[in-house]
Every structure is written in structure tokens, then in C-alpha cells.
Nanobody, 124 residues
């Protein structure tokens, strides 16, 4: 079983940047594709970005494409989400998760292990 812990969230002004980290423990994440999701108050959890286990393939939601970059360092057992040009509509709790699907997935129900989330708040 793997434990995931997100960090790096906070309060930032519109146009600013944040870098989220997802640190894994318990076992290596190098055999899993991983993803970032977010959930705003009153809304369903939605896909943000995913990365294959070898980081060859990366996928982004249209709403973040060109602004967010997903990456991973398997040697550090950590995944990252660089968020630039942040907008107030990016405000949400951000979660990282692992999936057994090697190429990654955009579907919430195809992820097995989740972190507890980190709050990102973007002020206008």
C-alpha cells in the first residue's frame, strides 16, 4: 500500500504560480501512472493532469493546458504540478493519486490511492 502526501498549496494572487508536490511512501511509485485532480466547493472532483509511469505521456484538462505542467522524479518517489498564470477559477483542493492503468487516466474511479489534498486559493 502506498501513502501519498500533497504539499505546496497556499494563497496566491491571480497570475501567480505555485508548485505542488506529491510525496509517496510505503512503496515505489515508479510502476504506477499518476494524476492530479481538484475539487472546488460544491463541485465534483475533476481531472487536472496525468503522467505515465515513465513520464513519456502527459495529459491535461483543457482548462489548464498551457499553464500547468506535470512531472515526476521516480528516484525521489515524488510527483509535481507546476501551476503558472493561476486564475481564481483554479481555487480548489488539489489531490494526487495513483492508478494501475499504465498510461494514466482522466477518470476519478480508475485511481486507487489518494492523498489528503492541499488547498490552493487564487485571489482576484
Amino acid at each position: 500500500q502506498v501513502q501519498l502526501i500533497e504539499s505546496g498549496g497556499g494563497l496566491v494572487q491571480a497570475g501567480g504560480s505555485l508548485r505542488l508536490s506529491c510525496s509517496a511512501s510505503g512503496r515505489t511509485i515508479s510502476t504506477n501512472a499518476m494524476g492530479w485532480f481538484r475539487q472546488a466547493p460544491g463541485k465534483e472532483r475533476e481531472f487536472v493532469a496525468a503522467i505515465s509511469r515513465g513520464a513519456i505521456s502527459k495529459y491535461y484538462a483543457d482548462s489548464v493546458k498551457g499553464r500547468f505542467t506535470i512531472s515526476r522524479d521516480n528516484a525521489k518517489n515524488t510527483m509535481y504540478l507546476q501551476m503558472n498564470s493561476l486564475k481564481p477559477e483554479d481555487t480548489a483542493v488539489y489531490y494526487c493519486a495513483t492508478t494501475r492503468y499504465a498510461g494514466g487516466s482522466v477518470q476519478v474511479n480508475q485511481y486507487d490511492y489518494w492523498g489528503q489534498g492541499t488547498q490552493v486559493t487564487v485571489s482576484s
